[in-house]
C-alpha cells in the first residue's frame, strides 16, 4: 500500500534564482501523478526535494509523519529506504557491472540469499528489456539502456513512493509505449505512489490520475488528469499541444513585444471552430494483473470532489471515464475473441486460463451516457 | 527556516573550513559505525601503497642522503663529526620522513581518490547511494582515509629505515665518517620518543591527506573541469595544511618532551 507524500508551501532557491514558490500538492496514497514543465523550470529539483538530497528553503514534505526538509538526517536516512527514485542520468555506479547495481540496494538493506537476490534481480532486468546484459557495465551501455537499468533498480525493493525523472527520454516509441504500461503494471501490483517526470505527453495523457505542471517558479496546475487536459489555461493547452505559439517560448518566458506580435498575427488568422479537447482513454493493467487500487481511490476522491468542480471539468472528467470504460470493453471483447480462436483451434485441448481483464470502476450514477440502465 | 548568506569577506573560507572539519568529525564517528567496509578498506589499502611505495622510496634514499652530506659537512665546520650520525637521523625520522610520506599519499593517492569521488559525485552516484539509505562517508569514504592514514603509518616506519641507512651509507662512504662514531652518537642523541612522534605525525598527516582529497571529491564544482580543480586543490590545500600542522606539533613536541641528555 502505497503513502502519501504532502507537499505544503515548498520554496527553493540557488542563490538569487528562486526555482520555485510556495509548492503546495498532496500526492495521493497510490495514485501515478505526471509532473510536467518546460526544461528547467526545475522538476528535478523537485523531486529530489521530495526525497531530501535538496533541501528547500521553506515548507515542508511529510511522509508518514517524517519532514523530509527539516527532520534530522536520521529520520530523513529512515524515510528514504521508502522510496524509489529513477535519476534523469541512470547514476548507475561505474565500477559495478549492471546485475551488482541493480542488486545494490538487496544487498543493502535485506537478509536475503544471494540465490533470492538473483530471482529478483534477473526479473526486474527482464522487466525492462534488459535481460542478458548483466554482465555489462554503466559505460559500456547505450543511454536508453542506462535509464531501464535505473528503472530496475528503483523497482527492486519495491518501493512505496516511486518517483521518475523522465524515464521516457532516450527511448523509442515502442520502448515508451511498453513502459508506460509497466509503470501501470508496477503500480497495480504493488500500490505504490507514483510521481514521473515527463516531457512526454502521450505518458501525460494517458498514464496518470493526476497532473501536475511547474511554469515559471509556480506550480500553475494540480489536478485530476481530465481536468488538466480539459483545460483552458494558456500555458497548459500550449504545452500538452506541444504549439510554439503561446506564452511558452525558448527561454523561459517570451518578452511582451513577441508576445504582442504574435496576438496581432492570431488576431488575423481564421480561428479553428471550438471544439472539445478529446480525453484520451487512461491506461490500464495488462490482463493478468489485479486492479489497481489507486484508481479506485482516486474515483472516490473525484466522485466526492465533482459537485464542487466547474461544469467543464466535471464533463472532461465523464469523457474521460467513458473513454476509458469503452477502450477497456474493446480489450476485453479482443481478448475474448482471441481466446475463443485459440480454444477452437485446439480442440479437445482444455481450454486456456484466460485473464480477464481488469474491468474501470464504474460511472456516478449522474455521469452515466444517457440510455445507459445500470 | 532560511540560512542567510553572509557576504563578510572570508565568511567563504571559514565555511569551507568547518564544513572540512566537520567532515573529519564526521569520518571519525562513522568508523565505529556498521557494517565496517573491509573489503574496500583492503581494496584501497592496496591501491594506496601500490601507487604510494615505489615513489616514497626513490624520494627518500636522495632526501637522506642530502640531509646527511649537509649536517655532516655543517657538523664538521662546527668541529662536530662524531655527532653526525646522530643529528641526520633526527632529522630523518622526525621532520623528512613524515613529511614526505603524507606529501607522496596526498600526490600520488590523495589525487586519484579525489578525482574518484569527485567524478561519482558528478555523475549523481553520491545521490543515489543516499537516495538508497547508504552513507557515502560510510561507505567510500571511510575506508579510503583510514587507509590513507595506515599507509603513511606503515611507509613511515620504512622511509625511516631507508632514510637513517642511506644517511649511514654516505657518512661513513662518502664523508669519512667512521661506522662507531655514527652508531654512538646516534644511540646518544635519538631516543624512543623521537620515533612515537614520528610515527604520531605520519597518522595525522595521513589522516588529513585522506580527509581534504575526499572533502573536495564529495565537493566539486560542477563539471568535468571541477573535478580537475578539485583534484589541483585538494593537493595544494593537503600541503599547506601538512606544513602548518608540521609545526605546531613539532613546536609542542620539543616542549613536552625533553631532549634526551639536555
Ligand atoms: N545544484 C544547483 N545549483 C544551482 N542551480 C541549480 C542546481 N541544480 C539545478 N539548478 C538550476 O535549477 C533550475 C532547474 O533545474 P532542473 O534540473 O530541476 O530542471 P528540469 O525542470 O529538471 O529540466 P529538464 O526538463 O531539462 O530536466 C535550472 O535553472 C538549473 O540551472
Ligand atoms: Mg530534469
Known sequence: ?374 | MTTPQMSVPGAAALRQTGRLFALAGTVLAMTFRRPFQLRELIQQFWFIASVAILPTMLVSIPFGAVISLQVGSLAKQLGAQSLTGGASVLAVVQQASPLIVALLISGAAGSAICADLGSRTIREEMDAMEVMGVSPIQRLVVPRVLACTAVAVLLNGLVSVVGVAGGYFFNVELQDGTPGAYLASFSALAQLPDLYVSELKALIFGFIAGVVASYRGLNPRPGPKGVGDAVNQSVVVTFLLLFFVNLVMTAIYLEVVPAKGA
Open chain 1, 1 to 374: 500500500m502505497g503513502i502519501e507524500v504532502a507537499v505544503e508551501g515548498l520554496t527553493k532557491s540557488f542563490g538569487t534564482q528562486t526555482i520555485w514558490r510556495d509548492v503546495t500538492l498532496t500526492l495521493p496514497a497510490g495514485e501515478v501523478t505526471v509532473l510536467l514543465g518546460p526544461s528547467g523550470t526545475g522538476k528535478t529539483v523537485f523531486l529530489k526535494s521530495l526525497i531530501g538530497l535538496i533541501k528547500p528553503e521553506d515548507g515542508t514534505v511529510r511522509v508518514d509523519g517524517v519532514d523530509m526538509v527539516n527532520d534530522p538526517d536520521r529520520r530523513v536516512f529512515r524515510a528514504r529506504k521508502r522510496f524509489g527514485l529513477m535519476f534523469q542520468d541512470g547514476a548507475m555506479f561505474g565500477s559495478l557491472n549492471l546485475y551488482d547495481n541493480i542488486a545494490f540496494p538487496l544487498r543493502e538493506h535485506t537478509r536475503k540469499t544471494e540465490r533470492e537476490i538473483r530471482r529478483i534481480v534477473l526479473e526486474k532486468m527482464d522487466t525492462v528489456g534488459l535481460a542478458g546484459e548483466e554482465k555489462k557495465v554503466p559505460g559500456q551501455i547505450s543511454g536508453g539502456m542506462r535509464k531501464r537499468a535505473g528503472l530496475a533498480r528503483a523497482l527492486v525493493m519495491d518501493p512505496e513512493i516511486i518517483l521518475c525523472d523522465e524515464p521516457d527520454s532516450g527511448l523509442d516509441p515502442v520502448r515508451t509505449a511498453h513502459l508506460s504500461q509497466l509503470l501501470i503494471d508496477v503500480n497495480a501490483r504493488i500500490d505504490a505512489t507514483m510521481l514521473i517526470v515527463t516531457h512526454n505527453i502521450e505518458i501525460a495523457s494517458t498514464v496518470p490520475d493526476n497532473i501536475g505542471m511547474l511554469y515559471r517558479r509556480d506550480l500553475v496546475a494540480f489536478g485530476p488528469r481530465e481536468t488538466v487536459i480539459a483545460s483552458e489555461d494558456p500555458v497548459i493547452a500550449q504545452f500538452l499541444r506541444g504549439s510554439p505559439e503561446g506564452p511558452i517560448g525558448m527561454s523561459e518566458e517570451k518578452d511582451a513585444a513577441l508576445l504582442a506580435e504574435e496576438a496581432a498575427r492570431a488576431a488575423n488568422r481564421p480561428r479553428p471552430v471550438a471544439r472539445p479537447i478529446e480525453i484520451p482513454a487512461q491506461l490500464r493493467p495488462s490482463p493478468g494483473e489485479p486492479e489497481r487500487s489507486g484508481e479506485i481511490r482516486h474515483a472516490a476522491r473525484v466522485d466526492a470532489l465533482l459537485p464542487s468542480l466547474p461544469h467543464a471539468a466535471a464533463e472532461a472528467i465523464r469523457r474521460g471515464r467513458v473513454a476509458t470504460a469503452e477502450a477497456a470493453a474493446v480489450a476485453a471483447a479482443a481478448q475474448q475473441a482471441a481466446a475463443q480462436r485459440a480454444a477452437s483451434a485446439s480442440q479437445p485441448a482444455p481450454q486456456p486460463e484466460t485473464h480477464p481483464a481488469p474491468q474501470p470502476p464504474p460511472l456516478p450514477p449522474e455521469f452515466r451516457p444517457p440510455g445507459e440502465t445500470p
